[in-house]
């Protein structure tokens, strides 16, 4: 049987990789809400920022923590430079915009995948020594792995600064009126596609985060985007499609349900209960909790 | 101010407007008067730059403006009021008048129109902090015609602004439309109510089926008979 400890460290576990969740599927939600566009490419994304920061971490011998912050800057530079190279031209597409929109991104991650299998190889690689790395910290019997709580840490630190910029500057409200009519923001000599292009390098910083982050305790390859974008698009629709802060409630839930069913079930069926959760989302509440769609 | 010349805009294929050629000198109120379909707000929309012109100049201060986004024309000083209003409907009225001023960098800028537009719409100071979907169909217009001044533009464009309103306030919406013109803002407007209209305005132009039929002095436009009868359908 579990005792409270079990409980208690089963819920810790799922709340940290649950905060996780919710900062890699953060970026993917806000672009959502922004112009409707779903990226395909958002675990690639994720991909990248990871061998970035092993990049840095072997060119400059500083810790993936310090370096989180700079490897969130260069994916704000990548996703904003996506969106002017690749998305704002499928977006004028003539027919069948939607189709457009999700082959062209699902092919920038067919392009993204492929580039980092011919530059590094789908070798495994680590980070062999980091300053949180290994560590684990105790709290009252119940165990936290550094790496995972500076992840959580930095996720409720993004949202905050997220929501202080969605709320309290005029960049944010630009931001929200382009969510609410993009084809109204000129009226106001708002150009929509810097707007939409700050949305995908926003985007892409907050999955950038993420990425540093797990860089720490993850082995990195060219496909370790694939099961956490799957865990992402679930956590946007759980959080409701479009609904940045749903998406924080929702990652939550899920980093919980996967812990418990690792427990409940066997750890290789964790997967399980989040999928079995997302359908019931599906069929009792389509958008979602937090959606208004 | 604006020397419209041979604008042709086609939708879908099908020629909306077709050699429409216009002007409006400084702090004019120029209307434009037409049937519903006559293509009136596509002139409109064409001009602010969210439909690309087929062919033809929009003169702006000198400047050919044809085929520049909407946010361009914005800034040139343009500012348009479009059909069905399109405010940011969740957004505040505080905010949406704030995303109206958005451009401007210095905070004197983007304080003082809001003082015009209070003075212009009391209503809208009582209700700053209510979303913008809440306001009646008359407050919403006030406050797109706001939002729209907030941008501080030398040519206001109305794209039916009576529309959905009830009878007492577009009285009112055309009054302001006059303190404005006095306030130094020159005027384009597009209505389908003839008489109040053409009351307010200086000049005239009649739109059918795409094509500027006729055109003169507001008060000869509405004493003719033939476009009563012919294009206005009443």
């Not at chain 1, 382009?178 to 084809?183: I, P, S």
């Not at chain 1, 759980?238 to 069913?261: D, M, P, T, W, Y």
């Not at chain 2, 479009?82 to 905070?107: Q, T």
Request: hydrophobic share 50%; aromatic share 8%; charged share 15%.
């Amino acid at each position: 049987m579990l005792s409270a400890a079990n409980i208690a460290q089963i819920l810790m576990s799922g709340l940290l990789m649950g905060l996780i969740y919710a900062l890699i599927a953060a970026g993917l939600s806000l672009i959502f809400g922004l112009m409707d566009v779903v990226n395909f490419a958002h675990g690639e994304f994720l991909m990248t920022a990871m061998y970035a920061t092993f990049g840095l971490v072997v060119m400059l011998s500083l810790d993936p923590l310090i370096l989180s912050p700079i490897v969130a800057a260069i994916m704000f530079v990548v996703g904003a430079f996506c969106y002017r190279a690749i998305i704002v031209h499928a977006m004028r597409a003539r027919t069948n915009v939607g189709m457009v929109q999700v082959f062209a991104t699902f092919g920038l991650a067919i392009v993204i995948r492929g580039l980092a299998q011919f530059a590094f190889t789908p070798d495994y690689r680590s980070i062999p020594k980091s300053w949180l790395g290994g560590q684990t910290f105790s709290v009252l019997g119940v165990y936290m792995p550094a790496p995972q709580l500076a992840g959580a840490l930095a996720s409720l630190i993004a949202f905050g600064a997220l929501w202080l910029l969605m709320k309290k500057t005029d960049f944010g409200k630009a931001l929200e009126a382009t969510r609410e009519d993009a084809g109204a923001v000129g009226l106001v000599g708002i150009d929509r596609n810097r707007v939409f292009a700050m949305g995908w390098g926003l985007g892409a910083a907050l999955v950038g985060l993420a990425g540093a982050i797990l860089s720490i305790f993850y082995y990195i390859h060219p496909d370790v985007g694939g099961p956490f974008a799957l865990i992402a698009y679930v956590t946007v629709a759980l959080g409701g499609f479009g609904s940045v802060f749903g998406a924080l409630a929702a990652g939550v839930i899920v980093g919980i349900v996967e812990a418990v069913s690792a427990t409940v079930l066997q750890p290789s069926m964790k997967a399980i209960g989040i999928y079995a959760v997302y359908l019931l989302v599906v069929f009792l509440r389509p958008r979602g909790l937090f959606g208004n769609l | 101010m604006l020397e419209v010349k041979s604008l042709t805009t086609t939708y879908e294929g099908l020629v909306a407007i077709s050699d429409v050629s216009l002007s409006v000198a400084a702090r004019e109120i120029v209307a434009v008067v037409g049937a519903n379909g006559a293509g009136k707000s596509t002139l409109l929309k064409t001009l602010a730059g969210m439909e690309r012109p087929a062919s033809g100049r929009i003169l702006f201060e000198g400047e050919d403006i044809a085929g520049s986004p909407t946010h361009r024309v914005n800034m040139l000083g343009i500012a348009l009021v479009p059909e069905g209003r399109r405010l940011f409907p969740r957004l505040s009225v505080r905010d949406n008048l704030r995303l109206g001023s958005y451009l401007h960098r210095r905070k004197s800028d983007r304080e003082a129109p809001l003082d015009t537009v209070f003075k212009l719409f009391p209503r809208l100071a009582e209700r700053l902090d209510q979303r913008a979907e809440t306001l009646s169909g008359g407050e919403q217009q006030m406050l797109a015609i706001g939002r729209a001044l907030m941008t501080r533009p030398r040519l206001l464009m109305l794209d039916e602004p009576s529309q959905g309103i009830m009878p007492k306030l577009v009285d009112e919406i055309l009054d302001s439309v006059r303190t404005i013109r006095e306030a130094g803002t020159t005027v384009l407007i597009v209505e389908q109510r003839l008489a109040e209209t053409l009351e307010i305005a200086d000049r005239a132009y009649v739109l059918q089926t795409g094509r500027v039929v006729m055109s003169g002095p507001a008060k000869e436009i509405a004493g003719n008979e033939d476009v009563r009868r012919a294009y206005l359908g009443i």
